[in-house]
């Protein structure tokens, strides 16, 4: 049971990561190519260790790159909006 646990979870990073990679802003980075790249790679692991490693990875990836897109929509509010107080005056 523990097998299909983890392969339940990876196939749940995968589609979350692939609907996340929709809107990367950089085209040419790839994302989408490099996410898949990364899960065939792993997909032979056998070892629990290797595959808990492999998942922990995944959510990092997942985390930092919803921390990129907070900070691209924090600067996009940013540029919105004038600089101070004082400037509406």
């Known amino acids: 049971m523990a097998c299909n ?12 990561l692939h609907r996340l990679g929709r809107e990367y802003p950089d085209p040419s980075y790839d994302f989408h190519g490099r996410m898949r790249r990364l ?5 032979h692991l056998t070892d629990k260790d ?10 990092y990836i997942k985390k930092e790159t919803l921390a990129l897109y907070s900070l ?11 600089d101070s ?4 005056h």
């Open 50 to 59: 290797e595959i808990e490693n492999a998942l922990k990875l995944g959510e």
């Open 72 to 82: 691209r929509k924090y600067r996009h509010l940013k540029r919105m909006y004038p």
């Open 39 to 43: 899960f065939e790679k792993n997909r």
């Open 5 to 16: 646990s983890t392969r339940l979870r990876a196939l749940a990073l995968y589609k979350d």
């Open 85 to 88: 107080m004082s400037d509406l």
